[in-house]
């Protein structure tokens, strides 16, 4: 009698590495993905705030050469975002007094970041 010492792999066993390995696979191509959707949010996030830093230091520049009762307008652009600053019709507080303003920048994305800054004239 012949003994076979090469059997071969069974129908199950390759079913089985197939199987496991397009899990790993997945799950790699899933947190690849996740990942590059996490820096674009970030990436997003980040302009959105440096904008909003630009859009404060721009209010606070109009504020230090503002006179008592003035309209108080900033000139600020930004493309693709859409800067506001609240209350609307705000003019320039008198010298004794601040006054807070609430700034938002809303992104092309969505994405909205809100501050609240004091203005007072010099």
């Known amino acids: 009698m012949h003994e076979q010492k ?7 066993e ?3 590495t197939v ?14 993905a996740t990942a590059g959707t996490a ?3 970030q990436r997003n996030s980040v302009s959105t705030d440096t904008v909003m830093r ?3 230091e721009a209010t606070k520049a109009v504020a230090r050469g503002c006179t008592d009762g003035a309209p108080f307008v900033v000139p600020f652009e930004a493309p693709g975002f859409t800067v506001a600053t ?3 019709g705000v003019r320039c507080p008198p010298p004794t007094a601040t006054q807070q303003l609430e700034l938002s920048v809303t992104g ?6 809100v ?3 004091k203005i007072r004239t010099p």
């Open 86 to 88: 609240s209350p609307a």
């Open 115 to 117: 501050m609240s800054i």
């Open 6 to 12: 090469d059997r071969g792999d069974t129908l199950i």
């Open 19 to 32: 199987v496991i390995t397009a899990i790993s696979v997945t799950a790699l191509v899933s947190g690849l």
């Open 14 to 16: 390759i079913v089985l």
């Open 54 to 56: 630009n859009y404060a």
């Open 39 to 41: 820096g674009q949010a």
């Open 108 to 113: 092309s994305t969505g994405v909205t970041q």
